[in-house]
């Protein structure tokens, strides 16, 4: 997995690339420095799959995101991801674009 | 049964009254006849006789008085009126050869040219010295048209003159009356008929039959009704009239009136004279009638209730025969095997439409042994009981056969002679058997005298497996039937099928059709077999619109599939186990060329949950992973064994899906995701292992 980071003041903006499970998701998750961040971009355009641990990390920084009044969005998920968000019911809670 | 004879009687009673009324009509017109003949007759004898003895005794008087007075000479008046007299007639002249009346009682007359009067000239012929009598009918005279007069003329000798004598109507009929009253009073007519004549005046009777002679003097009394009978009255002597009915004497008769001279003469006939025919012939006709009625009624009532037994015997019959099939139906449907192949190489379906008439197709498959699996289709001749037990005895015969033998040529080359040594019913079935090799594809087979099946390629279109064709079974002793073979590849299919698809017919009587047959598998050739089967009976369905189904419909596919492919490894319980299980899912879908799929990511995720589930909670020292690939449909099963602690996943409560971020325990989601995903979850326990298996079906449009 790869994940291209980009932080502007208080907007942090994230790339991820390739597969977000078990073994990926504590990378993910150590790059998510949230102190002083508002504003949360994830790009998963070229994201293949996400498993349950990958939804945790997602899930972690909703949270964090909603107690600073802060905003998450995660754009472009493809038809694997969407699926995965369909069924664990995470479509209604992430603003997805 | 009474009701029936009642209805024959109610049947025969008017027939009988037509009958009867016919006769009744018949026996009256002839009556009627008969009368009407008589009373023809006699007013004919009448006129006759009056007439002939006028001409006679007027004749008499001119020719003595020509023999009298010599020869043609005046004389006066006066001595005219003395001849007249003595002769009691009403006229005497003497005429001389020139026509000129040169004597006469009526002076009026004397000198007169007889040449002067049409009717009087016509005399003249008595003066050609050959004729010597000439008379005429009575008619208006010259002179004195209201008297109607009868004039006869009698030539002097040489045709020198003449003497005409006249009498009137009414002189006559009175001198005849006194001269023929006892003639009437004796005149019968046929048996009881009778004359009655009488006074035009007063309708006093002249005469009437003897036995009536003292009981009534007037024709009213006798019951005459002369205002009745006017009507019909008809003068002088034309004819006599119409016939009427008058009561006389007490008898119903049927009378003329016929008047003449100032007289009435009235013929009667009772009806009694004829009419008694009329009842002869209704007695007669009506008990022969009656005799030949009742002969046919009981004629008819056998037949009646011969043919409701008749009926009640075909019905029964028919009965029988409806039980007959359906147990043949029943011994059909129970013969044909139920158990389908579990092997996954290749897959079979077989779905048979029993006809109610005629048809005996049956079909049948089971393994010859791991690696050969036998099927047929068969269809044998007739229908009905004997048949079913003729089909019983050939599959079973075939089977055994086959089972001893493993060769369909070398088996239905024995089965045929088998049939042959003992076929009472002479029946005979056609078959096609086949024994696929479950590890090649290769089919061999044998056919004897069936419908070519259907074989599905992959790169081609649907096409008839068509070798030579041996003789039908039972039919001829000593055939070889010869061996024939052909190679299914993975996907390819064959179809069996009798002759009751291709031979279906639509509401126009059109044949289904071999080439509709392929049209039909061809837009599904890589389906399932149980599709196939499907497809083409609903083809033929729809096809018949509504037609009855003339004969067994029958169809078995069978589908070749490629030997699934299993893949396993052991994994060390951490979390570079899991790691390293990804990557042989990931080379294992490159082996099988499915790396591209799109489901690949999904089995990658339910195999990141599953192995992380037991890395992380089951304690287990190591995982194994079986990855299984199977072919049409295609599917991948994953199978993750651990030596953990017992633990079935599928006891796990689905977490909440509706709750919000803050809300959310983190957990749980893993086991939904892999449940939601995945076709089929199974948790077993064995051997100390936690077992579970997950199948994970491709979409169709993956598949083949």
Redesign the interface.
């Known amino acids: 997995m790869q994940i291209e980071k980009k932080l502007d003041g208080s907007k942090l903006a994230l790339k991820v690339i390739g597969?977000l499970?078990?073994?990926t998701s504590p990378m993910l998750e150590a790059e998510l420095k949230l102190e002083g961040i508002n504003e949360l971009e994830f790009d998963i355009a070229e994201l293949?799959?996400?498993?349950?641990?990958g939804?945790?990390v997602f899930?972690?920084a909703?949270?964090a995101m909603?107690a600073c009044g802060g905003k998450m969005t995660i754009a472009h998920p493809n038809?694997?991801v969407r699926?995965?968000f369909d069924?664990?019911?995470c479509s209604?809670?992430f603003n997805i674009v | 049964m009474n009701k029936r004879r009642c209805a024959i009687a109610v049947v025969g009673l008017a027939l009988y009254a037509i009958f009867i009324s016919v006769a009744w009509c018949v026996g009256t017109s002839q009556a009627m006849h008969k009368t009407e003949a008589l009373l023809d007759y006699a007013i004919l004898d009448f006129r006759s006789t009056i007439f002939g003895a006028i001409d006679t005794m007027l004749g008499h008087v001119a020719k003595s008085s020509v023999r009298s007075f010599g020869k043609a000479r005046p004389h006066t008046v006066e001595e005219m009126q003395g001849f007249a007299k003595i002769l009691d007639i009403d006229e005497i002249n003497i005429v001389d050869r020139n026509g000129n009346n040169i004597a006469s009682n009526d002076p009026r007359c004397l000198g007169v040219s007889m040449l002067d009067f049409p009717e009087s000239a016509k005399f003249m012929v008595l003066t050609n010295g050959t004729t010597t009598t000439y008379s005429q009918r009575f008619r208006a005279g010259a002179h004195n048209p209201d008297v109607r007069r009868k004039y006869l003329g009698a030539a002097f000798p040489g045709g020198n003159g003449f003497i005409q004598v006249g009498l009137d109507e009414k002189h006559l009929s009175g001198m005849l009356v006194e001269m023929l009253g006892f003639v009437f009073d004796e005149w019968l007519l046929g048996e009881k008929g009778f004359f009655l004549c009488a006074d035009v005046t007063n309708d006093r009777m002249i005469s009437n039959p003897a036995r009536h002679r003292d009981e009534a003097s007037f024709l009213k009394e006798a019951g005459f009704d002369s205002e009745a009978a006017r009507p019909y009255e008809l003068r002088g002597e034309t004819g006599a009239g119409r016939t009427f009915v008058q009561t006389l004497f007490g008898d119903k008769c049927y009378c003329r009136n016929y008047v003449f001279g100032g007289h009435r003469f009235v013929p009667a006939v009772p009806e009694s004279e004829f009419f008694g025919l009329r009842t002869a012939y209704v007695t007669v006709f009506g008990i022969l009638t009656f005799l030949v009625l009742v002969a046919f009624g009981w004629f008819i009532d056998r037949v009646m209730r011969d043919s409701a037994s008749l009926r009640a015997y075909l019905a029964a019959e028919g009965e029988i025969r409806a039980k007959d099939l359906a147990i043949a139906n029943t011994i059909q449907n129970a013969a044909m095997p139920n158990v389908l192949p579990a092997d996954p190489r290749f897959r079979l379906s077989a779905d048979m439409s029993t006809a109610k008439e005629v048809g005996g197709d049956f079909y049948d498959y089971f393994p010859l042994d791991d690696s050969h699996y036998a099927f047929l289709v068969a269809d044998v001749s007739g229908k009905g009981i004997t048949a079913a037990l003729y089909m019983m005895t050939a599959k079973t015969l075939i089977k055994d056969t086959l089972l001893a033998l493993h060769d369909p040529a070398a088996a239905l080359t024995k089965v045929n002679a088998e049939l042959c040594r003992n076929n009472p019913a002479n029946m005979f079935l056609t078959v096609w058997v086949g024994v696929l090799s479950i590890e090649t594809g290769i089919i061999t087979f044998a056919n004897a005298g069936h419908n070519p099946p259907v074989v599905m390629r992959k790169d081609a279109a649907p096409r008839y497996l068509r070798p030579m064709s041996g003789c039908m079974l039972a039919v001829m002793d000593g055939i070889v039937y010869k061996p024939r073979m052909t190679r299914l590849k993975v996907g390819e299919s064959l179809l069996l099928y009798t002759d009751g698809v291709t031979e279906a017919l639509d509401p126009h009587g059109v044949f289904f059709g071999d080439n509709r047959l392929l049209d039909v598998v061809g837009a599904a050739k890589s389906s399932a077999p149980s599709h196939i089967c499907k497809l083409v009976r609903a083809a033929v369905t729809a096809f018949a619109d509504g037609s009855p189904q003339a004969d067994d419909i029958t169809v078995l596919a069978l589908q070749y599939l490629a030997p699934p492919r299993v893949f396993s490894r052991l994994f060390p319980a951490t979390?570079d186990g899991?790691?390293e299980a990804?990557d042989f899912l990931d080379k294992t879908m490159e082996e099988v060329s499915l790396a591209d799929s799109?489901q690949v990511?999904?089995l990658?995720?339910i195999l990141?949950?599953i192995?992380?589930n037991i890395?992380n909670y089951s304690g287990a020292h190591g995982f194994e992973v079986d990855i299984t690939v199977v072919e049409n449909p295609r599917s991948v099963t994953l199978v993750f064994s651990d030596d953990g602690a017992p633990y079935d996943p599928l006891g796990h409560i689905d977490p909440d899906?509706?709750?919000?971020?803050?809300e959310?325990p983190?957990g749980g989601?893993?086991l939904?995701?892999v449940k939601?995903?995945s076709d089929q979850v199974v948790y077993t326990r064995g051997h100390n292992r936690n077992i579970l298996k997950v199948v994970k079906s491709f979409p169709a449009a993956e598949n083949f």
Request: hydrophobic share 40%; no cysteine; charged share 20%.
């Open positions: 597969r499970d078990t073994n293949e799959y996400v498993a349950s641990a939804l945790r899930l972690g909703q949270k909603i038809a694997t699926n995965v069924i664990t019911g209604g809670i | 979390r899991i790691s990804t799109p990511a999904t990658n995720i990141d949950e192995t992380s890395v899906t509706t709750l919000s971020a803050e959310r983190i989601l893993g939904l995701m939601k995903m």
